[in-house]
């Protein structure tokens, strides 16, 4: 199988979390699992930003005219497939991933596992969200579960209490 590039951007934009050490690559490695498991092949980026629950809860309004903090919010570059390029590197240009860091230690404490599993699964969620996947119908919500937990198995990080994938 080739070895598929991914160009992962990771800025943090906020003070209230401690980012624990190896968090990044763990994002790093999540992103390049979904797309291996999505069969991506081409060159991608992802920019993620880390914030803390008012900056989220700021764009949750601007964009979802939401106003409350949500955990992540996910902006696709791309629709249908096509994805505008960068023009220096080359690499199809994915979206842009929001983590509220705040959000996700509340969420990792309220489900009892690792603040690293939660970032993980709130990063794969993300990236099937650029890559076109949504979760308005039960059918894409079940589907889109599935692909989160195999990445999570994958990585080696535990299925949540709620789901458990049986072979």
């Known amino acids: 199988m080739t070895e598929n590039k991914i160009r992962v951007i990771i800025t943090n934009h906020q003070k209230a979390v401690k980012i624990p050490t190896g968090l990044r690559m763990l994002i790093r490695r999540c992103c390049h699992a979904v797309l291996q498991l999505e069969k ?3 060159f991608a980026e992802i920019s993620i930003t880390f914030v803390d629950n008012e900056e989220i809860r700021k764009l949750n309004n601007q964009y979802r005219g939401i106003d409350a903090a949500t955990d992540v919010l996910s902006f696709p570059l791309g629709e249908n ?4 390029t960068n023009l220096e590197t080359g690499a199809k240009m994915l ?3 929001v983590i509220s860091m ?3 230690v509340e969420q990792a404490e ?3 596992h690792s603040l690293q599993r939660e970032v993980g699964y709130l990063t794969a969620h993300s ?3 650029l890559l076109g996947y949504d979760h308005a ?3 894409e919500k079940v589907r ?3 692909k989160e937990e195999l990445v999570m198995s994958q990585l080696g990080l535990p299925a949540s209490s709620s789901y458990v994938v049986y072979n």
Do not use: P
């Not at 497939?81 to 505008?84: I, K």
């Open 40 to 42: 991506f092949n081409a």
């Open 81 to 84: 497939g096509e994805y505008d």
């Open 95 to 97: 979206g842009d991933v």
């Open 102 to 104: 705040e959000k996700a």
């Open 110 to 112: 309220a489900f009892g």
């Open 127 to 129: 990236v099937l969200h």
């Open 137 to 139: 119908e039960n059918i």
């Open 144 to 146: 889109m579960r599935e």
